[in-house]
């Protein structure tokens, strides 16, 4: 059995009590934040470099947004894209450099967030914002993390050129054991589901939380790399902010 912790965000509240038998899928936790942020990859979604994909805006820094307004149009000779919100709120960033735009989300039901359990499994324990289910998944814990939850096949790159990544990574788990913020952005761009690492160069975590990087991208030690490397035919559910692995 594996004792598997996920750390609960502040104010989110309890829907498990400790004895319960959960399913995977089955919600643990929700949450309603006073302010939350939600970034729009406005490069990827158009698929444009982000110099480009900025000028597409049809909203401005401070502007308010509301569901379905529209954000940004791509126009071709052939075809047009449009790009509508998915959130109300109001524009606090739009990052030119990584062509992302980033929305403080207004109040109400749309903010509620819930954490569900990944696994089949027993409540072990509650405690201190945390709780601890008990599986018969073999789990590790990473050193570090950020992102939120993905589940993929491994995809094991030994080579971290990121000019021989391809359309291949798409929803896989890249298990890389160096990486840097060039290799990072293009795997998002390419959709992978994550990446599995044993270090980052020229950017740290604290740097990623701050770009809101969604995608899961969890750091472990040198032996729960090469024990990764071993099980690479297997799939794999990421945790990002609970530094947290799951072999499937």
Same mark, same amino acid.
């Given at each position: 059995m594996t004792l598997l912790p996920i750390l609960l965000p502040e104010g989110f509240s309890l829907k498990v009590s400790a004895g319960d038998k959960i399913a995977a899928?089955?919600?643990?936790?929700?949450?309603?934040?006073a302010v939350q942020e939600e970034t729009i990859h406005l490069a990827h979604e158009l698929k444009?470099?982000?110099?480009?994909?900025?000028?597409?805006?049809?909203k401005n820094l401070g502007d308010s947004v509301a569901i379905g307004d529209l954000l940004a149009v791509k126009k071709s000779l052939l075809s047009s894209k449009q790009l509508v919100s998915e959130f109300s709120g109001i524009i606090v960033k739009i990052d030119a450099e990584n062509g992302d735009v980033v929305i403080r989300v207004s109040g109400g039901a749309q903010n509620l967030? #819930?954490?569900?359990?990944?696994?089949?499994? #027993?409540?072990?324990?509650?405690?201190?914002?945390?709780?601890?289910?008990?599986? *018969?998944?073999?789990?590790?814990?990473?050193?570090?993390?950020?992102?939120g939850e993905a589940e993929g096949e491994i995809e094991y790159l030994a080579d971290s050129d990121e000019t021989k990544l391809s359309a291949q990574v798409k929803g896989r788990i890249l298990l890389t054991k160096s990486i840097d913020k060039v290799y990072i952005f293009k795997t998002i761009g390419l959709e992978a589901a994550g990446i599995v690492t044993e270090s980052l160069e *020229?950017? *740290?975590?604290?740097?990623?939380?701050?770009?809101?990087?969604?995608?899961?991208?969890?750091?472990?030690?040198?032996? *729960?790399?090469?024990?990764?490397?071993?099980?690479?035919?297997?799939?794999?559910?990421?945790?990002?902010?609970?530094?947290?692995i799951i072999l499937l």
């Open positions: 899928g089955q919600v643990i936790a929700e949450g309603q934040g444009l470099v982000p110099p480009k994909a900025i000028k597409c805006l049809k967030k #819930t954490i569900n359990s990944s696994v089949d499994g #027993t409540v072990d324990s509650l405690d201190n914002g945390k709780v601890v289910l008990k599986t *018969d998944k073999e789990a590790l814990m990473a050193t570090d993390g950020v992102g *020229d950017i *740290d975590f604290v740097d990623l939380e701050e770009k809101r990087v969604r995608m899961p991208i969890l750091e472990v030690s040198e032996e *729960d790399f090469k024990k990764l490397v071993k099980e690479k035919q297997k799939k794999l559910y990421l945790f990002g902010r609970n530094k947290s």
